[in-house]
């Protein structure tokens, strides 16, 4: 099992920045690739970032490449989802995930484990 607790969400102004945060708990953190999707309302949840568990290469949707930036801290645990030039568009709850098959939440757009999320609103 994996607990995973997002923390840092909230409300920004459309071009501000926000840093979400996920502890891990349970099973070795370093043995899953980590991830973020976001889910709007009346929307279907989808795929935002993930990074992989032993070279850390990243993966974005399209529509947040190059305004957010995902990394992992095995040390504390933790993976950080950097969110800067925030867009009214990107207001949802943001969800942690991991995964021992990257392409579990890249492609299939699925995760192992999940956290409970965290409200992100960008007002315009």
């Known amino acids: 099992q994996v607990q995973l607790v997002e923390s840092g969400g909230g409300l920004v102004q459309a071009g501000g920045s926000l840093r979400l945060s996920c502890a891990a708990s349970?099973?070795?953190?370093?043995?899953?690739?980590l991830g973020w999707f976001r889910q709007a309302p009346g929307k279907e949840r989808e795929f935002v970032a993930a990074?992989?568990?032993?070279?850390?290469?990243?993966y974005y949707a399209d529509s947040v490449k190059g305004r957010f930036t995902i990394s992992r801290d095995n040390a504390k645990n933790t993976v950080y989802l950097q969110m800067n030039s925030l867009k009214p568009e990107d207001t949802a709850v943001y969800s942690c995930?991991?995964?021992?098959?990257?392409?579990?939440?890249?492609?299939?757009?699925?995760?192992?484990?999940w956290g409970q999320g965290t409200q992100v609103t960008v007002s315009s």
């Open positions: 995930a991991a995964a021992q098959i990257i392409t579990t939440m890249t492609t299939s757009q699925r995760s192992d484990y």
């Open positions: 349970g099973r070795t953190f370093s043995s899953y690739h």
């Open positions: 990074i992989s568990r032993l070279l850390g290469n990243t």
